[in-house]
């Protein structure tokens, strides 16, 4: 057992500082972004959380031009986008959508800028790619306390709000009528979204979160049809793959080429959409009609 | 015709008074009064855009009336009145939706309290009862994105009835169901409206699936309503007067057409909207 083990898990990995806060990061990560994916889906609102995604491209690396932390420049970028597309209306799906469009380009013009900057400045490639792919390995341990607090208080709204928001998700009139409050309701989401998608940045970079959040969600959706247990589903399947994520880049390092571990980003991702095949095989199986 | 008005008089539920709401500049509704006494009976008759929907919505709370007042068992109204239970007009439900027919029920109980919601024996149990109430006990753990349109309508109902509503507001349910479906709806709600004393006032182009069990029709035509038994105002000179120009109304077989006389220019459109497809077939057969 423990000469399995050994073999699976290489010497050192519990041990090893960035792998501790890899760990401590993807949980936080996974089990937010994970609940917000599944309303995030529900609500048919998937192309904005996919915006708010790559528009912290813009602040990641606007960040990192002015010497902040990435982590403050996806969150404030999410959360004024967030506000903005609080602003254009939720009610309007068509009008929504384009004018979300046209933000996210203006947005990603601009982090064009940024990191040819970055990259020009700073004499290096390496913040571009940890921007846009993440580099789970190499976060600062100093943001850990932030991401697990930001990660609590999002969940802990999400928790709040769950009944309002999940009427409200099926149909807003429905949920008008029952006097929720359905644009407030909608704020905090987007909110909690913002968080949500901030932190997914940060872990596996502005260009890979989306599929954090939406990937783990739809896999749970094809195998239960209640709320409660889609959302557990949602982040049992972002723990595991972001946990062995970690654990496949650590032991990657002596893989071919040997010497270099490959992106945890790319595993992550990688076992989602597996998760996700699977789930939709599984799925199609257990329907009613 | 007339029994309308006369705000807040004893044993009313439902008190509408001079209602007119202007949208965009565009008069919806014009001075429209009406009353429910309680365990009534009411189809709300009007084409496409004849202010149906805002007219519910303003009983809901959801539309401020630009004059006029609604009053619930004397009250005036506000949000989230526990004594009022809504089905909105059809929307999209995806497949994919992790909600079964229980669950929706379920949140007719509490959808509007904050934090997350403790299972219970009783609430289960409160739902097992009112799905069994309205014959959808074969299809609860079905996701509703799977049920048919008549099934989607009975959960919708039960939706809004768990909170034991005295006034239930229906928008257009009977659209877009087979025939088969729209006579088990009408005759749902006409059982429950029986047997729990709960008032009904359900939207409708067509007048003629409600015909046997409605005790009152309110009848709207361009923002104003005329209001009255169903032979007090399905008349071709009432109806005439409410649309500014002559209708002629055939009674055939039991059932009721509405259709323009000559020379209405806007006869196209009413002939369209109540000359519909069943009635006629059942005509020719």
Redesign the interface.
């Known amino acids: 057992m423990s000469g399995v083990l050994r073999a699976v898990v290489e010497p050192g990995f519990f041990s090893s500082g960035p792998v501790q806060v890899a760990l401590a990061v993807s949980a936080a990560v996974a089990l937010l972004t994970s609940t917000l994916g599944v309303f995030t889906v529900i609500r048919g609102q998937s192309f904005a959380g996919h915006s708010l995604a790559d528009i912290g491209a813009t602040g990641g690396s606007g960040a990192f031009l002015i010497g902040a932390g990435p982590l403050w420049g996806f969150m404030v970028i999410s959360i004024a986008a967030a506000g903005a597309m609080q602003a254009v209306g939720v009610e309007r799906q068509r009008g929504r959508d384009v004018a979300t469009g046209v933000v996210l380009g203006a947005s990603l013009g601009l982090a064009a800028l940024f990191l040819y900057w970055d990259s020009t400045l700073h004499n290096s490639s390496g913040e571009t790619y940890t921007i846009l792919f993440g580099s789970m390995l190499a976060i600062s341990p100093a943001t850990v306390p932030a991401v697990l607090g930001l990660g609590a208080v999002a969940l802990g709204v999400v928790a709040i709000i769950y009944r309002p928001l999940l009427l409200s998700s099926v149909n807003a009139e429905l949920a008008a009528a029952r006097g929720v409050p359905v644009r407030l309701v909608g704020a905090a989401y987007l909110l909690a979204l913002a968080a949500a998608v901030a932190l997914s940045c940060l872990a596996i970079g502005a260009i890979l979160s989306t599929a954090l959040l939406i990937g783990p969600a739809a896999a749970a959706l094809q195998l239960t049809k209640r709320p409660w247990r889609a959302i557990v589903g949602a982040s049992v399947i972002a723990l595991a793959a972001s946990w062995l994520g970690v654990l496949l880049s650590y032991d990657s390092y002596y893989w071919p080429p040997r010497g270099h571990s490959w992106p945890v980003s790319f595993f992550i991702v990688t076992l989602v959409f597996a998760c996700y095949l699977a789930a939709r095989l599984v799925g199609s199986r257990g329907r009613r009609r | 015709m007339g029994l309308d008005a006369a705000p807040g008089r004893a044993g009313e539920l439902l008190a509408v008074s001079g209602v007119s709401v202007t949208l965009g500049g565009r008069e919806i509704l014009t001075d429209v009064s009406f009353t429910i006494a309680p365990g009534e009976f009411v189809g709300l008759i009007g084409s496409n855009g004849a202010g149906k929907t805002t007219l519910l919505r303003v009983i809901?709370g959801?539309q401020s009336p630009n004059a006029g007042s609604v009053l619930v068992a004397g009250k005036p109204r506000s949000?989230?009145n526990p004594m009022?239970g809504?089905v909105?007009?059809k929307?999209e439900?995806?497949a994919?939706?992790?909600?079964?027919a229980r669950?929706?029920v379920a949140?007719?109980i509490?959808?509007?309290?904050?934090?997350?919601?403790r299972p219970s024996r009783a609430r289960r149990e409160r739902v097992s009862a009112m799905l069994r109430a309205v014959d959808a006990e074969s299809f609860a753990?079905?996701?509703i994105g799977?049920l048919s349109g008549g099934e989607q309508q009975r959960v919708?109902i039960a939706?809004a009835l768990i909170q034991q509503p005295q006034l239930l507001l229906l928008d257009e349910p009977l659209a877009n169901l087979d025939l088969r479906s729209e006579q088990e709806v009408v005759a749902l709600l006409h059982r429950l409206a029986r047997e729990q004393q709960i008032a009904v006032l359900i939207s409708a182009h067509d007048v003629n699936p409600l015909l046997p069990v409605m005790d009152r029709v309110v009848y709207l035509a361009g923002g104003r309503a005329a209001v009255g038994t169903t032979d007090e105002v399905v008349r071709a000179d009432v109806l005439s007067k409410l649309y500014g120009h002559h209708v002629d109304v055939l009674r055939i077989h039991g059932r009721v057409i509405v259709v323009a006389g000559p020379g209405g220019e806007r006869g196209a459109d009413l002939t369209l909207a109540h000359g519909d497809e069943d009635a006629s077939l059942e005509l020719e057969g």
């Open positions: 809901l959801l949000r989230r009022i809504y909105p007009q929307f439900l995806d994919d939706m992790p909600l079964r669950d929706l949140l007719g509490d959808a509007h309290r904050y934090g997350v919601p753990d079905a996701r799977e919708l939706h």
